[in-house]
Nanobody, 121 residues
């Protein structure tokens, strides 16, 4: 199983960016998927989760109203649309899949390699 995250980069504060994560090795159409991030000197933290059907989504407070998670099961891909970006959103963003979830607590089985997002002020 491989999760390939992409879409990171350098963006100015207030800008937008969409991350993608393509899964391969097995289908995740019946599994939840999500995103985490890790800022320099900080622990990895939950960002967002989406259920297998896309019918349920959860967000960390830091991203509510600004981030939108979605998925395309035909492409085995999950997305994270991020708007109104802030310098404090700067981090390596990791996608994740499988595992179990309760509300905003998500414990995935699989992790992607991460993609860097830098938001300049």
């Amino acid at each position: 199983v491989q999760l390939q995250a992409s879409g990171g980069g350098l963006v100015q504060a207030g800008g937008s960016l969409r991350l993608s994560c393509a899964a391969s090795g097995r289908p995740f159409s019946r599994d939840g998927m999500g995103w985490f991030r890790q800022a320099p000197g900080k622990e990895r933290e939950f960002v967002s989760f989406i259920s297998w059907s896309g019918g349920s989504t959860y967000y960390a407070d830091s991203g509510k109203g600004r981030f939108t998670i979605s998925r395309d099961n035909t492409k085995n891909t999950v997305y994270l649309q991020m708007n109104s970006l802030k310098p404090e959103d700067t981090a390596v963003y990791f996608c994740a899949a499988g595992g179990w979830q309760r509300g905003s607590y998500y414990n995935p089985n699989y992790w992607g390699q991460g993609t860097q997002l830098t938001v300049s002020s």
